[in-house]
């Protein structure tokens, strides 16, 4: 591990960020660039003092990957220099290939300022990587599913606690919605994680294995959803997508319907669901 060169680099692009970058509200005068130490300890999950001691060389033992991964989504780092950090940690970086969870910072930034409506950022696989707190307050917490359980498609086709949220008439919809979108995932991807999904879906789902037979190809991209809310009754919400540059995950935007109250709920959602300070 090389100490000094992983306190100057954390030193360099926590001084980048701007709090409106990570998603903070800039409170007063800021007498040096960028993040605080402690924003930066308070984004990754982890204590300040640890934080510190790498920014000062003082940290004996090596981060566990679960620390710089933690790091690089605190600090938005790119693919690139999230890779850099593994190598000075004296760690091989993720295969890029395979599964890997790190966040578009493109998408993440964008993700950070919206506040007034649901936001998530989601593999074409359908794994939920990054919500805002209105999503996490209409869909729930879908971030720490792991294994196949990780896709929202195979939660859908194998789950059925999943589809309580919708109403009974939107489920045919929204399966060929879902299995549709996964075909044209797969085409584009072609690779194993795409066609084991696949294999898996057809073994388990009587349902999914008669719509993939349908051969149904289409890219979502806009399209509406109903949710039955447990608390402030049923959502009308359009769904906009947007792509990063390769095409593997998607920003989900949920905008209220003009005129239903979806608006008036989302509001009194976000209210009662804020975290506290």
């Not at 709090?19 to 984004?43: F, S």
């Not at 086709?157 to 879902?178: M, W």
């Not at 608390?231 to 009308?236: M, S, W």
Request: proline share 5%; hydrophobic share 40%; glycine share 6%.
């Amino acid at each position: 591990m090389d100490t000094q060169q992983i306190a100057q680099f954390l030193r360099i692009r926590r001084e980048a960020l701007s709090p409106a970058d990570a998603g903070l509200a800039a409170a007063g005068r800021r007498r040096t660039p960028g993040l605080r130490r402690e924003e930066v300890a308070e984004l990754a999950g982890i204590s300040t003092d640890y934080y510190t001691r790498l920014e000062q060389q003082r940290a004996t033992a090596t981060p566990s990957e679960a620390v710089l991964r933690a790091l690089t989504r605190a600090l938005r780092l790119s693919l690139d220099e999230r890779d850099h950090l593994y190598r000075l940690a004296g760690l091989t970086a993720p295969d890029r290939r395979r599964g890997d969870r790190h966040v578009a910072p493109t998408l993440l930034a964008v993700l950070n300022r919206l506040h007034d409506v649901p936001a998530q950022v989601m593999t074409d696989l359908g794994d939920t990587l990054s919500q805002n707190h209105l999503a996490r307050a209409v869909f729930g917490d879908l971030t720490g599913h792991t294994g196949p359980e990780a896709s929202v498609i195979y939660r859908w086709f194998t789950d059925p606690s999943t589809r309580c949220g919708y109403p009974h008439e939107d489920h045919g919809k929204e399966s060929r919605a879902l299995a549709a979108d996964l075909r044209a995932a797969v085409a584009r991807r072609d690779d194993a994680p795409a066609r084991a999904l696949v294999d898996r879906l057809r073994r388990e789902s009587p349902e999914f294995a008669a719509l993939w037979d349908l051969h149904d190809v289409a890219v979502i991209r806009r399209r509406r959803k109903r949710i039955l809310h447990p608390e402030v009754g049923l959502l009308e919400l359009d769904c906009q997508s947007l792509l990063d540059e390769d095409r593997t995950q998607i920003l989900a935007l949920f905008s209220p319907v003009a005129g239903t109250a979806t608006a008036e709920r989302l509001t009194l959602l976000g209210l009662t669901s804020r975290p506290h300070p």
